[in-house]
């Protein structure tokens, strides 16, 4: 069916939606001043000397809520809306309100002392949000800037897709330069090529106004060039792949992964293998919770007992400070004692996947959560109670716990290349494993009982031995993690093994993709590469105190827009768009009927 452009006004817009996300805005740009983030992120330099992470974190909420205020779906069968003037003066008039609620937030902040109720509402806030400049200048600048912000929002939808995209792309690019400064920095110095990383960044941090200009040229020239989203082709393209073809990819980029993993620690610097380290353990638990969680439909809280487990396993064989049993053995990977030392940490996480498996069995949804939840609680406790400390060390925990050894090599904490290797390691044989499991018999039996657990049942799958296999499976990979986890510290204490663990997990594996692997690897390395850990650093490590709020408002965002993760499995995208696909079904087959009968 033809779709023919309706020709609109530049006054013909839904001005309640207008108003509704101007609002929207100015109250995120106070919500954000009030908490305290412009004020600490404003340490860290973007663009140097004319951006900051403080204000970058205010400037973009005009520019999206002004895209979000004049965005109109396009919808089947129906005439496409005109892009034009329209637009504009939708993004102008949005970013104008939010800038008049910013200024009025600005204004009472300025003339009432709010630090009764919101502690870092100050007179060092002020000055920094009115430029330096009084507040009858600086709220005229905010007016000015948000709606012009909000204008570029809206003309976001004007501009031609290849131009669109390389704008995006550009802008983009410098932020993603800027943000891995500390690790471009460190390769560089590794490879003694301080030069260029000189010229690309400033000494007080972030990039340089001529790198700024190269990189965004560089960007955006390579997005004119390219034919449309280059990371949705390859996943088509891969999608496409069958029999001979996508195992020859498959060995192709298995050993490229190889060889990456292999150099990769060899050119980096401590800090960025200790970031990549932290990356790898969190990853290594998240592919075991996805297992559970996105392969057989298990929610499970309290996945961070299973780490827990590992990690005292491995400190009571190993450590001579263990308060009950000190069987000192020695975590050596080429030797018998090591195995020994693994092969009982992988018997104790089993043992304790089927005790907690077991009770949960006939639950289903919240109940399994919350029963699940009560668990991890209960271990942790456990450990940190005056009733086990004579066994495992209470509040005090286990320390001493010696390096693991490879041969002559040494593996601990002060040498975070040995962790990395051994990390991929585990990681390399995490993902072999999901992914045999998730092209077997019990791959499909999981899907089958994530789908409905009645409909599998009655079609022969023995669901409480397929529940109990996921529980147990994800147990050991999480004890992996933990055993790793207690060599790298050399320490292990019950504070380690919080429910927020578990739930960073969990937030990994939804953001990333359930069911996914690839996805899980890229929520790995955007949540914990970025923000960090509970206790971990990221490459951010001014959001320290901001991680959690940002995590919650990443969950709700990929909920609601897009609810199969950033790379998500084929099936799982099905699954979750089904009624799209049928609707798309049905429409193309009433217009073959349409042309048919003409």
């Given at each position: 069916?033809?779709q023919?452009?309706?020709?609109?006004?530049?006054?013909?817009?839904?001005?309640?939606?207008?108003?509704?996300?101007g609002?929207y805005?100015?109250?995120t740009?106070?919500?954000?001043?009030?908490?305290?983030?412009?004020?600490?992120?404003?340490?860290?330099?973007?663009?140097d000397?004319?951006?900051?992470?403080?204000?970058l974190?205010?400037?973009?909420?005009?520019?999206?809520?002004?895209y979000?205020?004049?965005?109109?779906?396009a919808?089947?069968g129906?005439?496409?809306?005109?892009?034009?003037?329209?637009?504009?003066?939708?993004?102008?008039?949005?970013?104008?309100?939010?800038?008049?609620f910013?200024?009025?937030?600005i204004?009472?902040?300025?003339?009432?002392?709010l630090?009764?109720?919101f502690?870092?509402?100050g007179?060092?806030l002020?000055?920094?949000?009115?430029?330096?400049?009084?507040?009858?200048?600086?709220s005229l600048?905010?007016?000015?800037?948000s709606?012009l912000?909000?204008m570029?929002g809206?003309?976001?939808h004007?501009?031609?897709?290849?131009v669109?995209?390389?704008?995006?792309?550009?802008l983009?690019?410098?932020?993603?330069?800027?943000?891995?400064?500390?690790?471009?920095?460190?390769?560089?110095?590794?490879?003694r090529?301080?030069?260029?990383s000189?010229w690309?960044y400033a000494?007080n941090g972030?990039?340089?106004?001529?790198?700024a200009?190269?990189?965004a040229?560089l960007?955006?020239?390579?997005?004119?060039?390219?034919e449309?989203?280059?990371?949705?082709?390859?996943?088509?393209r891969y999608?496409?792949?069958?029999?001979?073809?996508?195992k020859?990819?498959n060995l192709?980029?298995?050993?490229?992964?190889?060889?990456?993993?292999?150099?990769?620690?060899m050119?980096?610097?401590g800090?960025?293998n200790?970031?990549?380290?932290?990356v790898?353990?969190?990853?290594l638990?998240?592919?075991?919770?996805?297992?559970v969680?996105g392969?057989?439909?298990l929610?499970?809280?309290?996945y961070?007992?299973?780490?827990?487990?590992?990690a005292?396993?491995?400190?009571?064989?190993?450590?001579?400070?263990?308060?009950?049993?000190?069987?000192m053995?020695t975590?050596d990977?080429?030797?018998?004692?090591?195995?020994?030392?693994?092969?009982?940490?992988?018997?104790?996480?089993?043992l304790?996947?089927?005790?907690?498996?077991t009770?949960?069995i006939?639950?289903?949804?919240?109940?399994?959560?919350?029963?699940?939840?009560?668990?991890?609680e209960?271990?942790r406790?456990?450990?940190?109670?005056?009733?086990?400390a004579p066994?495992f060390?209470?509040?005090?925990?286990?320390?001493n716990?010696?390096?693991?050894?490879?041969?002559p090599?040494?593996i601990?904490?002060?040498?975070p290349?040995t962790?990395?290797?051994?990390?991929?390691v585990?990681v390399?044989?995490?993902?072999?494993?999901?992914?045999r499991?998730?092209?077997?018999?019990?791959?499909?039996?999981w899907?089958?009982?994530?789908?409905?657990?009645?409909?599998?049942?009655a079609?022969g799958v023995?669901?409480?031995?397929?529940?109990?296999?996921?529980?147990?499976?994800?147990?050991?990979?999480?004890s992996?993690?933990?055993?790793?986890?207690?060599?790298?510290?050399?320490?292990?204490?019950?504070?380690s093994?919080?429910?927020?663990?578990?739930?960073?997990?969990?937030?990994?594996v939804?953001?990333g993709?359930?069911?996914?692997i690839?996805?899980?690897?890229?929520?790995?390395l955007?949540?914990i590469?970025?923000l960090?850990?509970?206790?971990?650093?990221?490459l951010?490590?001014?959001f320290?105190?901001f991680?959690?709020?940002i995590?919650?408002?990443?969950?709700?965002?990929?909920?609601?827009?897009?609810p199969?993760?950033?790379?998500?499995?084929v099936?799982?995208q099905?699954?979750?768009?089904?009624?799209?696909?049928?609707?798309d079904?049905w429409?193309?087959?009433?217009?073959?009927?349409?042309?048919?009968k003409?």
């Amino acid at each position: 069916m033809n779709q023919t452009v309706t020709r609109r006004s530049a006054t013909d817009l839904d001005w309640d939606r207008v108003r509704r996300w101007g609002i929207y805005a100015g109250l995120t740009m106070a919500f954000l001043s009030s908490i305290g983030m412009v004020e600490n992120l404003d340490k860290r330099i973007i663009v140097d000397p004319i951006l900051s992470l403080g204000f970058l974190a205010l400037l973009w909420v005009p520019v999206a809520f002004g895209y979000a205020a004049t965005y109109e779906e396009a919808k089947e069968g129906m005439a496409a809306p005109e892009k034009g003037e329209r637009d504009l003066v939708g993004g102008l008039v949005t970013g104008l309100i939010g800038g008049l609620f910013f200024v009025a937030f600005i204004a009472i902040a300025d003339a009432v002392d709010l630090r009764g109720v919101f502690p870092r509402i100050g007179p060092a806030l002020i000055d920094l949000l009115t430029f330096d400049r009084g507040v009858a200048i600086g709220s005229l600048l905010w007016l000015v800037i948000s709606g012009l912000l909000g204008m570029f929002g809206g003309l976001l939808h004007v501009l031609p897709d290849r131009v669109r995209r390389a704008v995006t792309n550009a802008l983009a690019a410098v932020f993603l330069v800027a943000l891995v400064e500390i690790a471009v920095v460190d390769i560089f110095e590794s490879l003694r090529l301080t030069v260029i990383s000189d010229w690309i960044y400033a000494k007080n941090g972030g990039v340089t106004i001529a790198g700024a200009v190269v990189i965004a040229a560089l960007a955006a020239l390579s997005s004119v060039r390219s034919e449309g989203d280059a990371v949705v082709r390859f996943r088509t393209r891969y999608a496409t792949m069958e029999g001979d073809e996508r195992k020859r990819f498959n060995l192709i980029a298995g050993a490229v992964a190889v060889v990456l993993a292999v150099v990769l620690p060899m050119i980096l610097g401590g800090l960025t293998n200790e970031l990549l380290a932290n990356v790898g353990l969190f990853l290594l638990m998240a592919l075991g919770l996805n297992l559970v969680v996105g392969y057989a439909g298990l929610l499970d809280l309290g996945y961070v007992a299973f780490f827990a487990v590992g990690a005292y396993t491995t400190a009571i064989l190993t450590s001579p400070l263990s308060p009950k049993w000190t069987p000192m053995l020695t975590l050596d990977f080429f030797s018998i004692e090591g195995w020994v030392v693994m092969v009982v940490v992988v018997a104790v996480a089993a043992l304790s996947g089927l005790v907690v498996g077991t009770p949960v069995i006939r639950l289903r949804g919240d109940y399994l959560a919350i029963v699940t939840l009560g668990f991890g609680e209960i271990v942790r406790i456990l450990f940190l109670s005056d009733w086990l400390a004579p066994a495992f060390g209470g509040a005090q925990g286990i320390r001493n716990i010696p390096a693991a050894v490879a041969g002559p090599v040494e593996i601990n904490g002060t040498k975070p290349q040995t962790i990395f290797y051994v990390v991929v390691v585990f990681v390399g044989i995490a993902i072999y494993v999901a992914w045999r499991l998730y092209h077997s018999r019990i791959g499909r039996a999981w899907a089958a009982l994530r789908e409905d657990e009645d409909v599998a049942e009655a079609m022969g799958v023995e669901t409480t031995k397929m529940k109990l296999l996921a529980f147990i499976t994800g147990a050991i990979l999480a004890s992996f993690g933990g055993m790793i986890f207690a060599v790298k510290v050399g320490s292990v204490f019950p504070s380690s093994f919080k429910l927020i663990v578990s739930i960073i997990v969990l937030v990994i594996v939804i953001v990333g993709g359930m069911g996914s692997i690839p996805g899980v690897v890229v929520g790995s390395l955007v949540l914990i590469g970025i923000l960090g850990g509970p206790t971990q650093p990221g490459l951010l490590a001014e959001f320290g105190e901001f991680k959690l709020l940002i995590y919650g408002a990443l969950l709700v965002f990929m909920m609601l827009r897009r609810p199969e993760g950033l790379w998500p499995s084929v099936q799982r995208q099905r699954e979750l768009h089904q009624e799209e696909i049928l609707q798309d079904a049905w429409l193309k087959a009433e217009a073959a009927d349409e042309e048919g009968k003409r």
